[in-house]
């Protein structure tokens, strides 16, 4: 079945390192969403990517979507203490009709030391 | 790793019916699990927390009457949408959290509503 594989499942920083986090689908995308959940909160959505190649920067964080519409990235710059949480891409696939399903990746976790 | 099972994964009903959508976590314990709903091609939309044991706790603007949350257990949830119409047609997704394992949560593979 369709899958999207997010990486790396965990990643600790210094504060002021960069960081980024990718996934990849095995089929192509009609569009990527990033979710970011802060601890002991829920998924939260952050930005939609819909056409191919496409580049949106909200700040410091910086998405991207793979010119075959088949991967994603989320990067942000000069990490901060606030950034920390698990962040989520959910690709959603063309399907029949308008019923394609939004596949979630595992998320990858954030810590990020002061 | 964990589980997060959802079903149906697709489910049609008549208008003024309801239906039941389970959400259950396989191999972990979920003191709190998530229940979202998606329009098609949007994002995801909190409806409302779910806790084992307690009342949900339903977003604004969310029927709690319409969408029935119960926690019986902590492996499964369960949404029920009372008298179902076409507007209720969507995506709906459930995710659990793990409870002695911090932060971490999954999301289940999703249940399709038509009401026809």
């Known amino acids: 079945g369709q899958q999207v594989m997010q990486i790396p499942q965990y990643q600790h920083v210094q504060e002021g390192e960069d960081f980024t986090t990718y996934c990849n689908s095995s089929t192509t995308l009609s569009n990527i969403q990033w979710y970011k959940q802060r601890p002991g909160g829920h998924p939260v959505f952050l930005i939609q990517l819909v056409k191919s190649g496409e580049v949106k920067k909200q700040k410091r964080l910086t998405f991207q979507f793979g010119e075959a519409k088949k991967n994603s990235s989320l990067h942000i710059t000069a990490t901060q203490t606030t950034d920390v949480g698990t962040y989520f891409c959910a690709g959603h696939y063309y399907g029949g009709g308008s019923q394609g399903n939004l596949i979630f990746g595992k998320g990858t976790k954030l810590s990020v030391k002061p | 790793g964990a589980v997060v099972s959802q079903h149906p994964s697709r489910v049609i009903c008549k208008s003024g019916t309801s239906v039941k959508i389970e959400c259950r976590s396989l191999d972990f314990q979920a003191t709190t699990m998530f229940w979202y709903r998606q329009f098609p091609k949007q994002s995801l939309m909190l409806m409302a927390t779910?806790?084992?044991?307690?009342?949900?706790?339903?977003e604004q603007g969310v029927e709690k009457d319409k969408f029935l949350i119960n926690h019986a257990s902590l492996t499964l949830s369960t949404l029920t949408v009372t008298s179902a119409h076409p507007e209720d047609s969507s995506f709906y997704i459930c995710?659990?959290?793990?409870?002695?394992?911090?932060?971490?949560?999954?999301f289940g593979e999703g249940s399709w509503l038509t009401v026809v």
């Open positions: 995710s659990a959290r793990i409870g002695d394992q911090g932060n971490t949560i999954y």
């Open positions: 779910s806790n084992e044991g307690s009342k949900a706790t339903y």
